[in-house]
């Protein structure tokens, strides 16, 4: 291996070896630039490349700021499903098709918790529903129902909690697996 590894240079040597010539000035790095634009579309700091007016970042700028919780995925057809279409957004990511925003705009849509729905099969309803919104391309209908629920739950939250119920909440959480 240390042979293998000598002779090709690795990405980081590649990195270490433009800083040296260049300077640890990023906004001048061409390399890290490329790099980056390769893999998101955008350079690392605040560049013209990231549109502020796509539909994407604005979405993903709704959801990304709020403080919510989302749900375990279950297991079965509606876990199975839902890592399918997880498979198809990082290909849609990996293959430029789709920008990150789309990416984490997906989880944060499908498995928002809902506080209003507990159990296991009302949980699964509820996330195939879901999916199926994500899949017709209902992505509007999706990020008001994750501010909604979001909205709730921070009014419920913002009450006080007494030592004993917050024992009883730090151990249900530890036993949990």
């Not at 989302?70 to 499903?81: F, M, S, T």
């Not at 209003?116 to 899949?135: E, F, H, I, S």
Request: charged share 30%; proline share 1%.
């Amino acid at each position: 291996c240390q042979n293998l590894c000598d002779n090709q240079p690795s990405l980081f040597t590649e990195v270490i070896e433009n800083q040296n010539e260049n300077s640890i000035d990023l906004t001048n790095n061409n390399f890290l630039d490329k790099k980056m634009i390769q893999a998101f579309g955008a350079t690392l700091l605040k560049s013209e490349l990231g549109d502020i007016e796509d539909v994407w970042y604005s979405r993903w700028q709704r959801v990304i700021n709020l403080n919510s919780r989302q749900y375990d995925l279950p297991g079965g057809a509606v876990g199975r499903e839902f890592v399918d279409l997880l498979n198809m957004e990082i290909k849609m990511l990996n293959s430029g098709l789709t920008k990150s925003e789309r990416f984490i705009t997906f989880l944060v849509a499908i498995l928002q918790r809902d506080s209003m729905v507990k159990k296991g099969t009302d949980v699964r309803r509820l996330l195939k529903r879901r999916m199926d919104a994500w899949k017709d391309e209902q992505f509007e209908a999706l990020i008001y129902e994750v501010e909604r629920c979001a909205n709730h739950q921070r009014k419920q939250s913002s009450t006080e909690f007494g030592d004993e119920h917050i024992i009883k909440i730090f151990t249900r959480l530890m036993l949990r697996r």
